[in-house]
Structure formats: C-alpha cells, structure tokens
C-alpha cells in the first residue's frame, strides 16, 4: 500500500485494536493527516510519510504474553513524540524497563481522572479532575527510570506516565465518545508535544490531489463509473477537476433506485457539472435477470454480473481507456489489508457492488483511498458538489432489491418506493436526515389483514428502518420520536394501498446487518 506523503503527519500503530481507526479518525478531525500501519511496518514505509509523532494502539494481548506484538525499534529509535494508549502504554513500559502485571480486576467504564501536581502540556486547557473511558486489564506496576506519573485514578495510580523526551502514556481511551474530553487531549499531544500545525485541510487536499492526478493521467482517458452515491461523485469531481474533458462517467440505472434518483444525478453532473456523462438505462435487462430469483445472494451475484457486462460494453464504445477512477475510502483499505493478516480483525467482508471487470486493460485511480468518509463529504462541498448530494445517505448498490424479500418485480418496486418516499419525507421534515446513517422502508414477503373503512384488507407487511452509525461496521437503531413513526406509518397505510401494517426494526448490528438481505 503506497502512503501518501504530507508535509505533516501522524502514524497510528496498531495492535490489533478495532479502535486504531477510531484514533485516526480523532487525529485527523484535529486536522493532522494520519495513517495506521501494522505494528510491524518497517521504517522506510513509515519514513516516507514523514511523521511527526507516533501513537501506538490499544489491543487484545497482555505484554508478558509469548508472542505478544511489541513495539518495533523504530518507535524509539526515531525520537519522535509518542503517544501509548492502553496496551500502547503498556507495550512502552515493558519495552523500556518498567513493569506491567495483571490488574487485580478489570477496569471496565467511567472512571474520574485526577491530574498530578506536574502539569503536563498534554493537559493544557484542561480541568485537574475529568471522566474518562477505561477498558483493561494490566496496569503499569512500576514506570520506567525518566518517567513520573501525570495523572492517577482510583484504581490507577499510574493512568498516565509521561517523560522529558515527549513520550507519554495513557491507560484510558481518549478517542471514544464516552471520553469527553479526550478529543482534546489528543489535539494537545498533536499541537504541544508534536508540533504540528493542522494542515490537513479540505482544500489542501483538493490541490494535493489534482496535482497528483494530473502527473498520473497525462494524457490519458479516465471512466468513473456513477452510483449516484456521495463517494464516487466525489472521486469524479475530483477527477474533473483534474483533468475535465478527458474523464466520462457512466450512469447504470439498474431500475432499482429510489424515487428521482436517476434524474437527479442526470442533473447534477451533465447539466450543474458539465461533466461528459453517458446514461444507461438498463432497468430491462436488471429486471428480466432478477426474475425469479429469490435468494438474497443470488440476487446479489446477479445483479453484479449484470452491471459488469453493462459497464464494459459501455467502456469498449468509448474506445481507449487508460484508467478507472474508484471511489475507495480509507475503511475499505484498512479492511482489505486486515485482511491479508494485518493486526485489526475483520468484521465483515465488503461488498464493492459490481466488483471489477475481469480483465482489465487500464490502471486503477482512487483519490479518496485515504479518506474517511466525513472527509469525503468536505471534500465535496470543497469541490462544489450540491448539499443534496454530499450528505445523502449511503445507499447500498444491489438498491432495493435488498429491500424487497423474495422475487423483485415492478409491482413491488413500485411499492416500496412509494413508502421508501413517504420516510424519506417524513425524516426530512423532522430535520433527522442528516443525523441518521441510513433510513429507509424494506418490503416483506408476509401479507397481514385490516381494516379500512368497512372493508377488510390483506396488504403488505412493511419495515421501516433507521440507524445512527460511525461508520456501517457497527449501528444503532434510531430512537425516533413517536410522532414521527406515526407520521410515517399513517402516510404509507393511507397513501400506498397495497400496504396495511407497518413496523420498526428495533435490532442494532451486530447482530443484525443495516440491509435486510
Ligand atoms: P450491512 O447490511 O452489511 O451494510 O450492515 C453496511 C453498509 O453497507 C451498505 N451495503 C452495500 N453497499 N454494495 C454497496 O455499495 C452492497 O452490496 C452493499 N450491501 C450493503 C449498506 O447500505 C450499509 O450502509
């Protein structure tokens, strides 16, 4: 994975922790470009990212475990600032002489940190006495010699050892949201300790990245494929900026996106963006292959192929291309490099709708492989896409077809979009939209009865979803007022005659998925 170089940066070395990219995200929102890496990266890897500070993650293992990941040499060798965090404090001080041991029970919660009578510039604007998040097991016995305690909590005499070198400990998670102010204590480390000046920027990154794609397309020809979605609007804008005339986008109406959509994106980039773009309406062909199909997977296999071969007939009409832009984010690489045996576990594996054409003739582009997907929406706003646009909520790329349970027809389409139109509405109207990760209307395959007026109906059973979410790893099902759950399901009872019931998914992933297929 080539890393991109910043004249500042941060690297987050990871243990094995599913909060490394939550530490990223934090540094990053502090406007200091940062980059995880294995615990095992060689130097020259991290070297040409030119850092400016170090933070080592938490992670699952006890130090005096064998085989336990450690720091590696560079960490120490460099002189660089560096920043433990839970089993990155423990790792500094069993590598430099201290003593860590199993904690005589397990801190786990809430817990009140007092800061010790040598102020540390890590504190700086902070109160002497704060809440923050602990979760471990070991605890640091005895520091290393040159280090002193800077702070105590009940249980943790030592919660957070520092020294002169600028190499500072923390027992608690500063990047969690139940740490309130530990977004803060990260920004210290960032602007106190490492000196950096907060470059990482929206517009920075836009004249970053036009400059590199220049130098990596020349003359050449770029596609990007549209989704309508805010990543690959993003990336093809960037792309735009760029280069202009010599991307085309391709829009696939697969007939299976929301009320408006395919007019809507039509809109935003041939006539607002001026971009060349060339629309397919393959809703025909989509609905002709799904017919029948009933498996959720099937339909998710069928659906992909069929995009491919519409895309690359669509492709070999434009005649040369040298490239294929992609809207890849920083999640997806992190996870694909899990993957191939990083420390961070794997959580699900991700669906890249469509996958890639099999045998491809051009070269990959993907500007926003390193951004998280709030970035993203900046950089667009950056780049002049429409709010609209920027902040729509994902969408996933099979479309309502998972959202239908059981054989996807026109008649059920039309179904769900109506009631999907109806929350839409209705969330907007609320002002939630943009506070949810997701919410939408699934149909199911049960038919109920009731009763409207004096005539008995047996209509469909519709779902309504909604989720508030960091990043579609893990959600939370959204609280939403009654008001508006009841707004919601009188218009869809009222409004969509073929439905006469509908419910709340109240289930949060894990263990449920967001989609319902
Ligand atoms: P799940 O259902 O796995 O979804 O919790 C997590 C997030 O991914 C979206 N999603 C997809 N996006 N192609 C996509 O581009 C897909 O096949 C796909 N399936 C799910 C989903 O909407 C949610 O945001």
């Known amino acids: 994975m080539a890393s991109e170089s910043k004249d500042e940066a941060v690297v987050v070395v990871d243990f094995g922790s599913q909060y490394s990219r939550l530490i990223a995200r934090r540094v990053r929102e502090c406007r200091v470009y940062c980059e995880i890496v294995p615990h095992d990266a060689p130097w020259e890897r991290v070297a040409s990212l030119n850092p400016r500070g170090i933070i080592l993650s938490g992670g699952p293992a006890s130090v005096y475990d064998v085989g336990a990941p450690l720091a590696p040499a560079w960490v120490f060798e460099s002189r660089l600032p560096v920043l433990g965090i839970c089993y990155g404090l423990q790792v500094l001080a069993h590598q430099l002489g201290g003593k860590v041991v199993p904690g005589s029970r397990r801190e786990y919660g809430h817990t009140v940190l007092h800061q010790n009578a040598t102020r540390s510039p890590l504190f700086a ?132 996106l929301r009320r408006g959509e395919a007019q809507e994106v039509i809109d935003t980039f041939e006539r607002n963006l001026k971009m060349k773009l060339v629309y397919v309406d393959a809703t025909e062909r989509f609905l002709t292959r799904l017919g029948g199909v009933v498996d959720p997977e099937k339909k998710r296999r069928a659906i992909g192929e069929e995009f491919i071969r519409v895309f690359e007939e669509e492709a070999a009409r434009l005649g040369r291309v040298d490239f294929l832009a992609q809207g890849t984010l920083y999640p997806d690489v992190i996870e694909s490099v899990s993957a191939e045996g990083n420390a961070s576990a794997v959580i699900k594996s991700h669906h890249n709708v469509g996958g890639l054409p099999k045998n491809m003739t051009f070269s990959l582009i993907e500007p926003l492989r390193y951004l998280f997907k709030d970035e993203v929406r900046e950089v667009g706003l950056a780049l002049g896409l429409p709010e609209e646009m920027v902040y729509r909520q994902p969408f996933p790329g099979p479309g309502l077809a998972i959202r239908i349970i059981g054989e996807v027809t026109r008649e059920r389409l039309e179904v769900l979009r109506a009631c999907d139109w109806i929350v839409m509405d209705e969330i907007k109207a609320a002002n939630l939209y943009r506070e949810l990760w997701q919410s939408f209307a699934v149909l199911t395959d049960t038919r109920s009865v009731g009763v409207m007026g004096d005539f008995r109906t047996y209509g469909y059973l519709v779902a309504v979803r909604a989720v508030t979410s960091e990043d579609a790893m893990t959600a939370d099902w959204a609280r939403l007022p009654y008001e508006v759950l009841a707004k919601i399901s009188n218009r869809i009872v009222n409004e969509v005659p073929q439905v006469n019931r509908v419910v709340y998914d109240i289930t949060s992933k894990p263990p449920g998925t967001i989609e319902w297929e």
């Open 125 to 256: 604007d902070l109160p002497s006495s704060m809440t923050v998040w602990m979760s471990h097991g070991d605890q640091v016995m005895e520091m290393p010699p040159g280090f002193r305690s800077l702070a105590h909590t009940d249980n943790s005499p030592i919660a957070v050892m520092g020294n002169d070198e600028g190499i500072l400990g923390l027992q608690f998670h500063p990047e969690v949201v139940h740490t309130p102010q530990g977004k803060k204590i990260i920004e210290n480390f960032l602007y106190h300790i490492c000196h950096c000046r907060g470059t990482w920027t929206p517009s920075n990154f836009v004249e970053d990245s036009v400059g590199r794609i220049r130098e990596q397309v020349r003359d050449g020809k770029v596609i990007c494929a549209l989704s309508g979605g805010v990543d690959s609007a993003v990336a093809a804008a960037l792309i735009h900026r760029a280069v202009g005339e010599q991307l085309t986008c391709i829009f696939v109406n697969n007939g299976l």
